[in-house]
Nanobody, 115 residues
């Protein structure tokens, strides 16, 4: 089992920045990659960003390319999501996902961007 705990969410004005963290514990050796997803009220959960185990490969949703950066500190078992130029449409609960045969999810952290 892998446990994930997100942090770093909050309320920010449009144009501002936040950095989310996701700390993994448990059988972290089984984790191949990590992703961030988000879910806005009344909408389906959507992919935001991906990073491979080594950190060499990343991918982003078109809506966040150039504004968000995913990174990973393997020694700390932590993934980060640096979010810049935030807009009201970025308001959502952000979830960390780790996968390696099994999908693991955190409970999420709320990000609210005011106009």
């Amino acid at each position: 089992q892998v446990q994930l705990v997100e942090s770093g969410g909050g309320l920010v004005q449009a144009g501002g920045s936040l950095r989310l963290s996701c700390v993994a514990s448990g059988r972290t050796s089984s984790v191949e990659g990590m992703r961030w997803y988000r879910q806005a009220p009344g909408k389906e959960r959507q992919f935001v960003a991906y990073i491979s185990r080594s950190g060499d490969n990343t991918d982003y949703a078109d809506s966040v390319k150039g504004r968000f950066t995913i990174s990973r500190d393997i020694a700390k078992n932590t993934a980060y999501l640096q979010m810049n130029s935030l807009q009201p449409d970025d308001t959502a609960i952000y979830y960390c996902n780790a996968f390696g045969g099994i999908n693991y999810w955190g409970r999420g952290t709320q990000v609210t961007v005011s106009s």
